[in-house]
T-cell receptor
C-alpha cells in the first residue's frame, strides 16, 4: 500500500517564525511531490511542487526533497496568522495517481 | 485567472438514489481527476481520466462509480446507488500536464 505520512500536529508557531512541515512517502517510484494548503471547509490549494532532490524556493515557501530518504519538507518563513491551515503533502506515484497525506495542522499565533 | 468549477456545491440525496456531480476543468487542461474527502479525513484519490478514458482508479472506485466527459468542457462523476458512507466532499481537479493539479471548490454530498 503506497502511503504518504505526515505528523497531524497541531504545529503552533508565533507570528514571524519559521514553520517546518515534514512528510515521508513509501513508494520509491514517486517522481513528483506537492504541497497543498487547505483551509477548513475549502478545497486544497497548490503551494509548491518539487521534482528533483534539493531545495526549491518560492517567496516565503521553500520545499525540500530527499529521494534517498523518501522525505519531503516545507518551510514557511515569516509565518503569518493567515498561514494557519492544514498543509497536505502529496506524491504522484507514477501512472496517473496522486496520494495525499492526512495533513499537518498549522497554527500561527499573532 | 482560469479555475475549475463544480456544481452543485451541495447535494442531498436519499440512499439508493443516483447522483451526478459535475465539473468544468480549466479549458486547456488534459488530465482530470476526482477525489473525495470524508469529514476530518484525508483526501482520497478516486480516478484519473485522460484522452477520454480512465487512466487509473482506486479500490474505492467500484462498479457504483463512473466518469464521463460528455462534451468538450464537462467532466462528470456518477454514483449509481448511493450509500450512507458515500457522504463526503468530492473534489474535481485538472492539470495541463500530469503534474500540478488544480482543485475545484468541491461538492458536498450528503446521503440520508
Amino acid at each position: 500500500q503506497k502511503e504518504v505520512e505526515q505528523n497531524s500536529g497541531p504545529l503552533s508557531v508565533p507570528e514571524g517564525a519559521i514553520a517546518s512541515l515534514n512528510c515521508t512517502y513509501s513508494d520509491r517510484g514517486s517522481q513528483s511531490f506537492f504541497w497543498y494548503r487547505q483551509y477548513s471547509g475549502k478545497s486544497p490549494e497548490l503551494i509548491m511542487s518539487i521534482y528533483s532532490n534539493g531545495d526549491k524556493e518560492d517567496g516565503r515557501f521553500t520545499a525540500q526533497l530527499n529521494k534517498a530518504s523518501q522525505y519531503v519538507s516545507l518551510l514557511i518563513r515569516d509565518s503569518q496568522p493567515s498561514d494557519s491551515a492544514t498543509y497536505l503533502c502529496a506524491a504522484h506515484t507514477g501512472g496517473f495517481k496522486t496520494i495525499f497525506g492526512a495533513g499537518t495542522r498549522l497554527f500561527v499565533k499573532a | 485567472e482560469p479555475e475549475v468549477t463544480q456544481t452543485p456545491s451541495h447535494q442531498v440525496t436519499q440512499m439508493g438514489q443516483e447522483v451526478i456531480l459535475r465539473c468544468v476543468p480549466i479549458s486547456n487542461h488534459l488530465y482530470f481527476y476526482w477525489y473525495r474527502q470524508i469529514l476530518g479525513q484525508k483526501v482520497e484519490f478516486l480516478v484519473s481520466f485522460y484522452n477520454n478514458e480512465i487512466s487509473e482508479k482506486s479500490e474505492i472506485f467500484d462498479d457504483q462509480f463512473s466518469v464521463e466527459r460528455p462534451d468538450g468542457s464537462n467532466f462528470t462523476l456518477k454514483i449509481r446507488s448511493t450509500k450512507l458512507e458515500d457522504s463526503a466532499m468530492y473534489f474535481c481537479a485538472s492539470t495541463e500536464r500530469d503534474y500540478e493539479q488544480y482543485f475545484g471548490p468541491g461538492t458536498r454530498l450528503t446521503v440520508t
